[in-house]
């Protein structure tokens, strides 16, 4: 017989109202996880809310606007704030987080107990979920996903802070095990990380008719699609300039951020603007149609864990071309599922002509992650926080 488990899910990155598909996929974990038997599970998503003037700016003020408790999609989340200080306050954002939540977490667990806290990102989930494991006196694990490990190690202060939470913790997931690997060379012990792979939703990312998908589009030759923020990180700007190469091709662009604008002045000097197309945010439930239209996904980070784009895309039938980053050698293993390119653009252009030059057949690009399911997914996670707390 199942034993019960109680888990506080604890996700610095969680959607909301203004911005629901701020990670998204944290929140489908979630959900397959609570619907779990003899699962009960609670949401603790801290929004980081910087001191006057600051706090009056756009985006902060949305922020502060969400509602401090609700039931979001089923699930019980919690959006307590805490002070955030921009650009320099890094290191001190764990200590900040715990000292914040910590009186909210004591009345909880005294209502109903928790038996494990899973931090969803390596930093600054996982220093504070270690401060509040132990004020708590139980367990907690800590999920790696890419950039909390590759960009906040590379501070002094927060590795310390990264290496210590993962000493404490009962066990250690990756998304995928290059990141396993990249942990391990930063000082972690590999026999506490688990392999866990993200979910995907096998009914909604499927192949389509791709011509009539790119009728519907307003396309006639090739389409390409990046998915994801529009941030330095990410090198879309290299999938800009490639496209000077395909003057019969177009490019969208599913993502927003802060290099938008720089994007759209790049476009505009090659004199491509109206091959790019800039969607924003795209609604996570219209990816699929999107994504499937596309002849080509192109992501070719500085770096991932394993993104969640490039296993969408795959299932959609679509080939990818991506870096050598993260996870990419664990979904790209023939010339089938497409290319792993170095970061330059020429590499991204000889990637694009062999692909187009002999297409794969989407059913065999889809075969390639039949092993991906939310199912899967939740199956694993929970056997993995039921060991953590000491209920198997």
């Given amino acids: 017989m199942t034993q019960p488990l109680h888990i506080l899910t604890l996700s610095t990155l969680f959607p909301n109202a203004g911005a629901p598909n701020f990670g998204i996929f944290v929140e489908r974990q979630t959900a397959e996880l609570a619907g779990r038997t003899a699962t009960s599970l609670t949401v ?22 969400l509602p401090e408790h609700e039931e979001w999609h089923g699930l019980d989340i919690y959006r307590p704030r805490f002070k955030l200080i921009p650009k320099i306050g890094g290191a001190g954002n764990p200590r900040r987080i715990a000292d914040a939540l910590l009186p909210l977490i004591k009345e909880l667990h005294e209502k109903a107990p928790f038996d494990v806290i899973d931090a969803e990102f390596f930093y600054p989930d996982g220093p504070a979920a270690m401060r509040l494991a132990a004020a708590l006196g139980i367990s907690f694990t800590i999920k790696a996903r890419g950039a909390d490990i590759h960009h906040w190690s590379s501070d002094p202060k927060c590795r310390d802070q990264i290496l210590q939470a993962a000493r404490k913790a009962t066990a250690l997931l990756a998304v995928s095990e290059a990141l396993k690997q990249d942990m391990i060379a930063l000082g972690m ?26 009728r519907a589009l307003r396309v006639s030759g090739p389409l390409f699609i990046t998915t994801g923020a529009l941030i330095k990180r990410k ?7 490639a496209m000077a190469s395909f003057p019969d091709a177009q490019l969208v662009l599913a993502g927003k951020g802060e290099e938008e604008q720089n994007y759209r002045t790049l476009a505009k000097q090659l004199g491509i603007s109206d091959r790019i197309r800039f969607l924003g945010s795209v609604p996570h439930d219209q990816l699929p149609q999107l994504t499937a239209a596309a002849d080509i996904a192109i992501l070719v980070s500085k770096s991932e864990g394993l993104a969640n784009a490039w296993v969408e895309a795959l299932a959609c039938g679509t080939p990818v071309i991506i870096s050598e980053a993260g996870g990419a050698r664990e979904l790209v293993t023939s010339p089938v599922t497409g290319r792993i390119v ?51």
């Fill in 342 to 392: 170095d970061q330059n653009v020429e590499a991204i252009i000889t990637a694009i002509k062999a692909i187009l030059k002999q297409p794969p057949e989407q059913e065999m690009v889809r075969s390639s992650v039949n092993r991906f399911s939310w199912k899967n997914n939740g199956d694993q996670l929970r056997t993995i926080l039921a060991k953590a707390a000491g209920k198997i």
């Fill in 44 to 65: 603790i998503n801290p929004i980081g809310i910087p001191p006057w003037p600051l706090n009056k700016i756009g985006q902060y003020r949305a922020l502060n606007a």
């Fill in 235 to 241: 090198n879309q700007d290299l999938v800009i300039r």
């Fill in 189 to 214: 012990d590999g026999g506490k990380i688990t392999v866990h792979y993200t979910g995907l939703d096998q009914n909604k990312f499927i192949p389509v008719d791709r011509n009539a998908a790119k």
